[in-house]
């Protein structure tokens, strides 16, 4: 049962164009949500996160959004550049004491065209 | 500063036998966290290290998986008696404490026969 879900596989957007990555999840006891990018043989890189208080986070170019009543949360990548093309993990973790634990989905793997 | 570093970066074994992973996290990092990633999914927890407390194991998806870590160093993920359903991506990160970011290293792909 996928608590974290990206129902997109894969996304292609032009370069200077927006991307949208989007999330949803089921767990209405998670709290705190990240982004990870990971390039093909490398590990995953944390990228920007949102706590459930907010529901707007933003980082340079990258912006999360959160909607809890929906249990969906996006990532914004504007402009987006050659250099984003990645796999974007979604990554959540729930409140208490065993909030270490990342629950993720399985991936988007966005291609940014020059 | 040097990464989380992972060894070997490539296993292949035959089902049955035992295999060893190793991890190297960043100096000082108390927490150590174990991932597996199956072709086309999602990163799964496995085990969770913090300093001196009792390791959180409850993600490890049988008994033939174990995990060791010697102070606040270098772990060992141990898969006894291989079958091909353990054939993933072993992803190993830490952090400086429980509730802070993650740096992962590049993963360990294991293939069994």
């Known amino acids: 049962d996928q608590q974290v879900k990206q129902n997109s596989p894969s996304l292609s957007v032009q370069e200077g164009r927006i991307s949208i990555l989007n999330c949803d999840y089921t767990?209405?006891?998670?709290?705190?949500f990240l982004w990870y990018k990971k390039y093909p043989a490398e590990g995953p890189t944390f990228l920007i996160s949102?706590?459930?208080?907010?529901d707007k986070n933003e980082d340079g170019r990258f912006t999360v959004f959160l909607n809890k009543s929906a249990k969906h949360l996006s990532l914004h990548i504007v402009p987006s550049q050659p250099g984003d093309s990645a796999v974007y993990f979604c990554a959540a973790s729930g409140s208490g004491g065993s909030n270490y634990k990342l629950t993720f989905g399985k991936g988007t793997l966005l291609t940014v065209n020059p | 500063g040097a990464g989380v570093s992972q060894s070997p970066s490539n296993k292949v074994t035959e089902k049955g036998k035992d295999v060893e992973l190793r991890c190297d996290p960043i100096s000082g990092h108390t927490a150590l966290y174990w991932y597996r990633q199956r072709l086309g999914q999602g990163l799964e927890f496995l085990i969770y290290f913090q300093g001196n407390s009792a390791p959180d194991k409850s993600g490890l998806p049988s008994d033939r998986f174990s995990a060791e870590r010697t102070g606040e160093s270098v772990s060992t993920l141990t898969i006894q008696r291989t079958q091909q359903e353990d054939s993933a991506v072993y992803l190993c990160?830490?952090?400086?404490?429980?509730?802070?970011?993650?740096?992962f290293g590049p993963g360990t792909r294991l293939t069994v026969l």
């Open positions: 990160a830490s952090s400086l404490g429980a509730l802070l970011e993650q740096f």
């Open positions: 949102i706590s459930s208080i907010k």
């Open positions: 767990n209405s006891m998670f709290d705190y």
